[in-house]
């Protein structure tokens, strides 16, 4: 399996997803300034400079459940952007607003997005063309190791995905008994429909 997972999607005008986990990250706090000061800057060569650089959609890891679930955030991002009909400013930042499970944008940035103590984190990059460099630009941002993208289910913090969720109210997870890799396959599975619906239902 590869390290950089690539989505193609030829029905959109940004047809390529780039994505990859980092573990050990410790840099999670100067990524976050660096995001900051990229909105911040004067406009000119160094903004661009720096802007271009953090272009990516930065997300906790431990709120993931699978990768289909940030397949199906981007998608929905992506088909957003193609309807004119986008939450937020960036298809980076419209990523990060899909996962969270409400319509709040700064609530989705701070449970979604990276934060200072953070140690295992995705970084997700939608361009119009296949571009090679984009691993090397990921690791020029995060000093961390890169792991498979398969493996986010062993760091999710499923407590805190149920509580955001609010899975305790869901049927299909309350009346569940059973193992406890089929409760966390009925997770994903809730979290990801939740996911695809939410554009429709809002």
Request: proline share 3%.
């Amino acid at each position: 399996m590869e390290l950089l997972e690539v989505y193609r999607c030829p029905e959109f005008i940004y047809p390529v997803v780039f994505a990859a986990k980092f573990k050990g990250v410790k840099n999670a706090g100067a990524i976050r300034q660096r995001i900051v000061k990229a909105a911040t800057m004067e406009e000119g060569p160094e903004r661009d400079k720096e802007r271009d650089a953090v272009n990516f959609a930065f997300i906790n890891a431990k709120l993931i459940t699978s990768p289909l679930h940030l397949q199906t955030a981007a998608v929905q991002a992506l088909f957003a952007s193609s309807t004119e009909t986008m939450r937020t400013k960036t298809l980076h930042s419209e990523i990060i607003w899909n996962l969270n499970p409400t319509n709040n944008i700064s609530e989705a940035i701070k449970r979604y997005g990276v934060s200072d103590d953070m140690t295992d984190l995705i970084v997700m990059h939608i361009v119009s063309w296949e571009r090679e460099d984009i691993l090397q630009r990921m690791r020029n941002v995060v000093d961390g190791e890169l792991d498979l993208l398969a493996n986010v289910s062993q760091v999710t913090d499923w407590d805190t995905v149920i509580k955001h969720y609010k899975l305790d109210q869901e049927p299909a997870y309350k009346n569940f008994t059973g193992s406890t890799a089929k409760e966390r396959e009925i997770i994903d599975n809730i979290v990801i429909s939740s996911v695809a619906m939410k554009s429709i239902i809002n």
